[in-house]
Protein backbone atom coordinates (compact mmCIF):
# COMPACT_ATOMS: atom_id res chain seq x y z
CA UNK A 1 0.00 0.00 0.00
CA UNK A 2 2.85 2.45 0.78
CA UNK A 3 4.25 1.78 -2.60
CA UNK A 4 1.09 2.54 -4.06
CA UNK A 5 0.51 6.28 -2.04
CA UNK A 6 4.29 7.18 -2.68
CA UNK A 7 3.99 6.70 -6.47
CA UNK A 8 2.25 6.42 -9.44
CA UNK A 9 1.28 3.05 -10.67
CA UNK A 10 0.66 2.53 -14.27
CA UNK A 11 -2.89 1.37 -15.51
CA UNK A 12 -2.02 -2.42 -15.56
CA UNK A 13 -0.70 -2.74 -12.01
CA UNK A 14 -3.67 -0.15 -11.02
CA UNK A 15 -6.21 -2.04 -12.63
CA UNK A 16 -5.16 -5.88 -11.37
CA UNK A 17 -5.16 -3.85 -7.67
CA UNK A 18 -8.79 -3.05 -8.19
CA UNK A 19 -10.02 -6.50 -9.67
CA UNK A 20 -8.54 -8.48 -6.33
CA UNK A 21 -10.18 -5.49 -4.31
CA UNK A 22 -13.52 -5.98 -6.23
CA UNK A 23 -13.18 -9.82 -5.35
CA UNK A 24 -11.39 -10.12 -2.04
CA UNK A 25 -13.54 -7.16 -0.54
CA UNK A 26 -13.19 -6.57 3.27
CA UNK A 27 -16.27 -7.04 5.30
CA UNK A 28 -15.80 -4.11 8.15
CA UNK A 29 -17.76 -6.29 10.56
CA UNK A 30 -17.48 -9.99 9.71
CA UNK A 31 -19.18 -12.66 11.92
CA UNK A 32 -17.62 -14.36 14.05
CA UNK A 33 -17.06 -18.26 13.20
CA UNK A 34 -19.43 -20.04 15.18
CA UNK A 35 -17.16 -22.33 16.92
CA UNK A 36 -15.49 -19.81 18.31
CA UNK A 37 -16.14 -17.81 21.46
CA UNK A 38 -14.93 -14.43 22.32
CA UNK A 39 -12.76 -14.13 25.58
CA UNK A 40 -12.14 -10.73 25.49
CA UNK A 41 -14.46 -7.52 25.22
CA UNK A 42 -12.38 -5.62 22.70
CA UNK A 43 -9.67 -8.80 21.20
CA UNK A 44 -8.38 -6.16 18.50
CA UNK A 45 -7.83 -3.68 20.97
CA UNK A 46 -3.82 -4.69 20.75
CA UNK A 47 -4.24 -5.00 16.73
CA UNK A 48 -3.82 -1.23 14.65
CA UNK A 49 -5.98 -1.63 12.13
CA UNK A 50 -8.76 0.52 12.53
CA UNK A 51 -11.97 -0.86 10.54
CA UNK A 52 -12.76 2.30 8.77
CA UNK A 53 -9.08 2.70 7.52
CA UNK A 54 -9.20 -0.63 4.85
CA UNK A 55 -12.70 0.49 3.26
CA UNK A 56 -10.95 4.53 3.10
CA UNK A 57 -7.23 2.76 1.21
CA UNK A 58 -9.90 0.62 -0.72
CA UNK A 59 -11.66 4.07 -1.98
CA UNK A 60 -9.00 5.84 -2.93
CA UNK A 61 -7.19 2.77 -4.87
CA UNK A 62 -10.67 2.49 -6.59
CA UNK A 63 -10.73 6.62 -7.13
CA UNK A 64 -7.10 6.29 -8.83
CA UNK A 65 -7.76 3.34 -11.07
CA UNK A 66 -10.84 5.42 -12.31
CA UNK A 67 -8.28 7.86 -13.00
CA UNK A 68 -5.83 6.25 -14.70
CA UNK A 69 -8.57 4.32 -16.73
CA UNK A 70 -9.67 7.39 -18.72
CA UNK A 71 -6.17 7.73 -20.33
CA UNK A 72 -5.84 4.02 -21.69
CA UNK A 73 -7.99 1.41 -23.43
CA UNK A 74 -9.46 -0.07 -19.91
CA UNK A 75 -12.93 1.20 -19.34
CA UNK A 76 -14.90 0.62 -16.74
CA UNK A 77 -18.67 0.45 -15.87
CA UNK A 78 -21.11 0.02 -12.89
CA UNK A 79 -24.05 -1.87 -12.42
CA UNK A 80 -25.43 0.64 -10.37
CA UNK A 81 -28.36 0.20 -7.00
CA UNK A 82 -27.40 -3.39 -7.31
CA UNK A 83 -28.49 -4.13 -10.76
CA UNK A 84 -32.32 -2.33 -9.69
CA UNK A 85 -32.20 -0.02 -12.22
CA UNK A 86 -31.87 -2.49 -15.45
CA UNK A 87 -33.42 -1.42 -18.14
CA UNK A 88 -33.56 -4.28 -20.81
CA UNK A 89 -32.25 -4.37 -24.15
CA UNK A 90 -35.30 -4.72 -26.58
CA UNK A 91 -32.88 -7.11 -28.61
CA UNK A 92 -33.44 -10.93 -28.30
CA UNK A 93 -30.75 -12.73 -26.17
CA UNK A 94 -29.60 -16.45 -26.82
CA UNK A 95 -27.68 -18.01 -23.78
CA UNK A 96 -25.24 -21.82 -24.44
CA UNK A 97 -24.35 -23.31 -21.24
CA UNK A 98 -26.39 -23.79 -18.11
CA UNK A 99 -23.28 -25.26 -15.53
CA UNK A 100 -22.58 -23.49 -12.17
CA UNK A 101 -22.13 -20.06 -13.98
CA UNK A 102 -24.53 -20.00 -16.73
CA UNK A 103 -27.61 -20.87 -14.21
CA UNK A 104 -27.16 -17.65 -11.96
CA UNK A 105 -26.69 -15.56 -15.40
CA UNK A 106 -29.92 -16.80 -17.06
CA UNK A 107 -31.80 -16.31 -14.21
CA UNK A 108 -31.16 -12.39 -13.38
CA UNK A 109 -31.82 -11.91 -16.98
CA UNK A 110 -34.98 -13.11 -17.13
CA UNK A 111 -35.47 -11.65 -13.74
CA UNK A 112 -34.59 -8.30 -15.42
CA UNK A 113 -36.87 -8.71 -18.12
CA UNK A 114 -34.41 -10.05 -20.68
CA UNK A 115 -35.77 -11.89 -24.23
CA UNK A 116 -34.15 -15.05 -23.41
CA UNK A 117 -33.65 -18.31 -25.26
CA UNK A 118 -31.20 -21.12 -23.56
CA UNK A 119 -30.09 -24.28 -24.52
CA UNK A 120 -27.79 -27.01 -22.75
CA UNK A 121 -26.11 -29.76 -24.31
CA UNK A 122 -28.00 -32.15 -21.04
CA UNK A 123 -31.80 -30.65 -22.09
CA UNK A 124 -33.01 -30.76 -18.52
CA UNK A 125 -31.22 -28.20 -16.77
CA UNK A 126 -33.55 -25.83 -19.25
CA UNK A 127 -36.85 -26.57 -17.48
CA UNK A 128 -37.04 -24.24 -14.60
CA UNK A 129 -35.76 -21.41 -16.85
CA UNK A 130 -38.58 -22.50 -19.42
CA UNK A 131 -40.93 -22.13 -16.56
CA UNK A 132 -39.62 -18.55 -15.84
CA UNK A 133 -40.56 -17.62 -19.50
CA UNK A 134 -37.38 -18.72 -21.80
CA UNK A 135 -37.39 -19.66 -24.92
CA UNK A 136 -35.57 -23.13 -26.00
CA UNK A 137 -33.13 -24.20 -28.93
CA UNK A 138 -32.77 -27.48 -30.23
CA UNK A 139 -29.52 -26.65 -31.22
CA UNK A 140 -26.84 -23.76 -30.43
CA UNK A 141 -27.04 -22.87 -34.33
CA UNK A 142 -31.08 -22.36 -33.79
CA UNK A 143 -30.44 -20.59 -31.07
CA UNK A 144 -27.66 -18.15 -32.72
CA UNK A 145 -30.04 -18.13 -35.96
CA UNK A 146 -33.03 -16.83 -33.82
CA UNK A 147 -31.66 -14.23 -31.86
CA UNK A 148 -29.49 -11.01 -32.09
CA UNK A 149 -26.84 -11.50 -28.91
CA UNK A 150 -25.84 -15.06 -28.41
CA UNK A 151 -23.97 -15.36 -25.05
CA UNK A 152 -21.85 -18.75 -24.02
CA UNK A 153 -20.35 -20.55 -20.88
CA UNK A 154 -18.49 -23.35 -21.44
CA UNK A 155 -16.17 -25.69 -19.07
CA UNK A 156 -12.91 -25.21 -21.11
CA UNK A 157 -11.25 -24.23 -24.50
CA UNK A 158 -12.12 -27.75 -25.99
CA UNK A 159 -15.69 -27.58 -25.55
CA UNK A 160 -15.97 -24.32 -26.13
CA UNK A 161 -14.21 -24.85 -30.35
CA UNK A 162 -17.04 -27.74 -29.89
CA UNK A 163 -20.01 -25.22 -29.64
CA UNK A 164 -18.54 -22.95 -32.26
CA UNK A 165 -17.47 -25.48 -35.13
CA UNK A 166 -19.07 -28.62 -33.79
CA UNK A 167 -22.00 -30.40 -35.88
CA UNK A 168 -25.17 -27.93 -35.47
CA UNK A 169 -22.65 -25.75 -33.24
CA UNK A 170 -22.28 -21.69 -33.46
CA UNK A 171 -20.89 -21.26 -36.74
CA UNK A 172 -23.41 -22.78 -38.63
CA UNK A 173 -26.03 -20.23 -36.98
CA UNK A 174 -23.85 -16.95 -37.73
CA UNK A 175 -24.47 -14.47 -40.70
CA UNK A 176 -23.45 -10.56 -41.09
CA UNK A 177 -24.58 -9.15 -38.07
CA UNK A 178 -25.00 -11.82 -35.81
CA UNK A 179 -23.20 -11.32 -32.13
CA UNK A 180 -21.66 -14.26 -30.10
CA UNK A 181 -19.61 -13.44 -26.94
CA UNK A 182 -18.14 -16.02 -24.79
CA UNK A 183 -18.00 -15.79 -21.13
CA UNK A 184 -15.57 -19.02 -20.65
CA UNK A 185 -12.34 -19.03 -19.28
CA UNK A 186 -10.10 -19.57 -22.26
CA UNK A 187 -6.35 -19.42 -23.18
CA UNK A 188 -6.06 -15.87 -25.36
CA UNK A 189 -5.23 -18.44 -28.27
CA UNK A 190 -8.73 -20.00 -28.71
CA UNK A 191 -10.48 -16.61 -27.91
CA UNK A 192 -8.47 -15.50 -30.95
CA UNK A 193 -9.22 -18.40 -32.98
CA UNK A 194 -13.13 -18.17 -32.02
CA UNK A 195 -13.08 -14.36 -33.15
CA UNK A 196 -12.08 -15.53 -36.36
CA UNK A 197 -13.89 -17.95 -37.31
CA UNK A 198 -17.04 -15.49 -36.44
CA UNK A 199 -15.68 -12.90 -37.35
CA UNK A 200 -15.37 -14.44 -40.94
CA UNK A 201 -18.90 -15.16 -41.27
CA UNK A 202 -19.52 -11.40 -40.87
CA UNK A 203 -20.72 -12.00 -37.27
CA UNK A 204 -19.37 -9.62 -34.18
CA UNK A 205 -17.64 -11.07 -31.35
CA UNK A 206 -16.94 -10.25 -27.81
CA UNK A 207 -14.78 -12.14 -25.12
CA UNK A 208 -16.11 -11.30 -21.76
CA UNK A 209 -14.98 -14.28 -19.34
CA UNK A 210 -16.53 -13.36 -15.51
CA UNK A 211 -14.52 -13.52 -12.11
CA UNK A 212 -16.57 -14.88 -9.36
CA UNK A 213 -18.75 -18.05 -8.40
CA UNK A 214 -22.05 -19.79 -7.93
CA UNK A 215 -22.66 -17.67 -4.91
CA UNK A 216 -22.25 -13.99 -6.94
CA UNK A 217 -23.70 -15.50 -10.15
CA UNK A 218 -27.09 -16.17 -8.59
CA UNK A 219 -27.24 -12.54 -7.04
CA UNK A 220 -25.85 -10.73 -10.24
CA UNK A 221 -22.51 -9.82 -8.75
CA UNK A 222 -19.91 -11.07 -11.20
CA UNK A 223 -17.33 -9.42 -12.57
CA UNK A 224 -17.05 -8.83 -16.03
CA UNK A 225 -13.95 -8.74 -18.46
CA UNK A 226 -14.39 -8.25 -21.96
CA UNK A 227 -12.39 -7.86 -24.91
CA UNK A 228 -13.19 -7.54 -28.80
CA UNK A 229 -15.84 -5.80 -30.32
CA UNK A 230 -16.79 -2.37 -28.48
CA UNK A 231 -20.01 -1.65 -29.92
CA UNK A 232 -21.08 -5.29 -29.13
CA UNK A 233 -19.82 -4.88 -25.64
CA UNK A 234 -21.87 -1.65 -25.57
CA UNK A 235 -25.33 -3.39 -26.86
CA UNK A 236 -24.48 -5.87 -24.28
CA UNK A 237 -25.01 -3.63 -21.09
CA UNK A 238 -28.13 -4.24 -20.48
CA UNK A 239 -27.08 -7.68 -19.71
CA UNK A 240 -23.97 -7.26 -18.19
CA UNK A 241 -26.23 -5.11 -15.38
CA UNK A 242 -28.44 -7.63 -15.01
CA UNK A 243 -25.44 -10.23 -13.51
CA UNK A 244 -22.44 -8.74 -12.51
CA UNK A 245 -21.56 -5.71 -10.32
CA UNK A 246 -18.87 -4.22 -12.56
CA UNK A 247 -17.86 -4.86 -16.15
CA UNK A 248 -14.44 -3.61 -17.71
CA UNK A 249 -13.66 -3.52 -21.60
CA UNK A 250 -9.84 -4.16 -22.24
CA UNK A 251 -9.25 -3.54 -25.49
CA UNK A 252 -8.75 -6.12 -28.45
CA UNK A 253 -9.26 -10.00 -28.35
CA UNK A 254 -7.01 -11.82 -25.87
CA UNK A 255 -6.97 -9.24 -23.65
CA UNK A 256 -9.83 -9.93 -21.35
CA UNK A 257 -8.39 -13.66 -21.43
CA UNK A 258 -4.89 -12.52 -20.24
CA UNK A 259 -6.33 -11.00 -17.43
CA UNK A 260 -8.88 -13.65 -16.47
CA UNK A 261 -6.03 -15.98 -16.09
CA UNK A 262 -4.34 -14.05 -14.14
CA UNK A 263 -6.62 -13.40 -11.68
CA UNK A 264 -7.84 -16.65 -11.40
CA UNK A 265 -4.28 -17.82 -10.68
CA UNK A 266 -3.88 -15.80 -8.15
CA UNK A 267 -7.04 -17.14 -6.76
CA UNK A 268 -6.20 -20.62 -6.91
CA UNK A 269 -2.76 -19.71 -5.33
CA UNK A 270 -4.13 -18.04 -2.62
CA UNK A 271 -6.62 -20.89 -2.31
CA UNK A 272 -3.66 -23.55 -2.11
CA UNK A 273 -2.48 -21.48 0.41
CA UNK A 274 -5.11 -21.22 2.70
CA UNK A 275 -5.63 -24.69 2.76
CA UNK A 276 -2.25 -25.34 3.43
CA UNK A 277 -1.68 -23.32 6.60
CA UNK A 278 -4.86 -24.89 7.41
CA UNK A 279 -3.46 -28.40 7.35
CA UNK A 280 -0.12 -26.96 9.07
CA UNK A 281 -2.13 -25.43 12.10
CA UNK A 282 -3.39 -29.41 12.26
CA UNK A 283 -0.09 -30.96 12.04
CA UNK A 284 0.83 -28.48 15.08
CA UNK A 285 -1.84 -28.70 17.20
CA UNK A 286 -3.24 -25.40 16.73
CA UNK A 287 -6.99 -24.91 16.06
CA UNK A 288 -8.19 -24.25 13.14
CA UNK A 289 -11.30 -22.43 14.53
CA UNK A 290 -8.98 -20.22 16.10
CA UNK A 291 -7.03 -19.29 13.28
CA UNK A 292 -9.96 -18.47 11.11
CA UNK A 293 -10.88 -16.02 13.68
CA UNK A 294 -7.76 -14.64 13.94
CA UNK A 295 -7.54 -14.55 10.04
CA UNK A 296 -11.12 -12.81 10.24
CA UNK A 297 -9.60 -9.73 12.46
CA UNK A 298 -6.59 -8.94 10.24
CA UNK A 299 -5.89 -7.53 6.73
CA UNK A 300 -7.26 -11.02 4.87
CA UNK A 301 -10.52 -10.80 5.91
CA UNK A 302 -12.91 -11.28 3.05
CA UNK A 303 -16.36 -12.88 2.77
CA UNK A 304 -14.22 -15.40 -0.17
CA UNK A 305 -11.72 -16.21 2.72
CA UNK A 306 -14.51 -17.01 5.30
CA UNK A 307 -16.11 -19.06 3.06
CA UNK A 308 -13.40 -21.23 2.14
CA UNK A 309 -12.23 -21.53 5.72
CA UNK A 310 -15.91 -22.52 6.71
CA UNK A 311 -15.89 -25.11 4.28
CA UNK A 312 -13.05 -26.55 5.43
CA UNK A 313 -13.88 -26.71 9.11
CA UNK A 314 -17.00 -28.31 8.36
CA UNK A 315 -15.84 -30.36 5.82
CA UNK A 316 -18.39 -29.97 3.51
CA UNK A 317 -17.17 -29.05 0.17
CA UNK A 318 -20.51 -28.35 -1.65
CA UNK A 319 -19.26 -26.82 -5.08
CA UNK A 320 -18.99 -22.87 -5.60
CA UNK A 321 -16.80 -22.94 -7.69
CA UNK A 322 -15.39 -26.33 -9.24
CA UNK A 323 -11.87 -27.06 -8.46
CA UNK A 324 -11.15 -28.74 -11.43
CA UNK A 325 -12.00 -25.73 -13.00
CA UNK A 326 -9.72 -24.02 -10.89
CA UNK A 327 -7.02 -26.11 -11.54
CA UNK A 328 -7.61 -25.86 -15.38
CA UNK A 329 -7.26 -22.09 -15.19
CA UNK A 330 -3.84 -23.01 -13.06
CA UNK A 331 -2.67 -24.89 -16.05
CA UNK A 332 -3.51 -21.79 -18.52
CA UNK A 333 -1.64 -19.29 -16.78
CA UNK A 334 1.34 -21.51 -16.42
CA UNK A 335 1.19 -21.95 -20.21
CA UNK A 336 0.35 -18.26 -20.55
CA UNK A 337 3.60 -17.65 -18.82
CA UNK A 338 5.69 -20.56 -20.13
CA UNK A 339 4.72 -18.86 -23.44
CA UNK A 340 6.61 -15.44 -22.85
CA UNK A 341 9.52 -17.60 -21.25
CA UNK A 342 8.21 -16.39 -17.79
CA UNK A 343 8.08 -18.63 -14.78
CA UNK A 344 4.89 -18.57 -12.51
CA UNK A 345 6.34 -20.84 -9.68
CA UNK A 346 4.18 -20.27 -7.10
CA UNK A 347 1.44 -21.34 -9.44
CA UNK A 348 3.05 -24.19 -10.61
CA UNK A 349 3.34 -25.51 -7.34
CA UNK A 350 -0.49 -24.63 -6.48
CA UNK A 351 -1.34 -26.78 -9.70
CA UNK A 352 0.55 -29.74 -8.19
CA UNK A 353 -1.62 -29.49 -5.30
CA UNK A 354 -4.70 -29.23 -6.94
CA UNK A 355 -3.58 -32.06 -9.38
CA UNK A 356 -3.39 -34.01 -6.53
CA UNK A 357 -6.79 -32.87 -4.83
CA UNK A 358 -8.40 -34.52 -8.69
CA UNK A 359 -7.02 -38.07 -8.04
CA UNK A 360 -8.79 -37.68 -4.93
CA UNK A 361 -12.21 -37.60 -6.62
CA UNK A 362 -12.61 -33.86 -5.81
CA UNK A 363 -12.93 -32.44 -9.68
CA UNK A 364 -16.66 -32.26 -8.86
CA UNK A 365 -16.35 -30.53 -5.38
CA UNK A 366 -15.38 -26.78 -4.48
CA UNK A 367 -12.02 -25.45 -5.07
CA UNK A 368 -11.67 -25.71 -1.04
CA UNK A 369 -11.40 -29.39 -1.23
CA UNK A 370 -7.98 -28.87 -2.24
CA UNK A 371 -7.45 -29.42 2.11
CA UNK A 372 -8.07 -32.58 1.47
CA UNK A 373 -4.67 -33.03 -0.65
CA UNK A 374 -2.58 -30.97 1.82
CA UNK A 375 -4.17 -33.09 4.57
CA UNK A 376 -2.65 -36.56 2.65
CA UNK A 377 0.76 -37.17 4.77
CA UNK A 378 3.56 -38.48 2.37
Known amino acids: MKRLNSQKCNALEVFIMQLLIIFFEPQDSLPEPSTVKRWDANPIAAYKWKPGSC ?66 RTGEKCDPFLQEGAGLGRTPAEVVSTCDITLSCISDPKAAKDLVLGPSGVLQGIRPGKCYVDMSTLDPETSTEISQVITSRGGRYLEAPVSGNRQLSENGMLVILAAGDKALFDDCSSCFQAMGKKSFYLGEVGNASKMMLIVNMILGSFMASVAEGFTLAKIVSQSQDVLLYILSQG ?43 HSTPVAAAANEVFKKAKTLDQSENDMSAVYLACNQRP
Open 55 to 120: SAIIQKLKTTAEEEAESTSIQAADSTATNANVIPTDKRIGFLGLGLMGSGIVANLLKMGHIVTVWN
Open 299 to 341: PLACAFLDQKCQSILQGSFKPDFLLKHIQKDLRLAIAMGDSVN
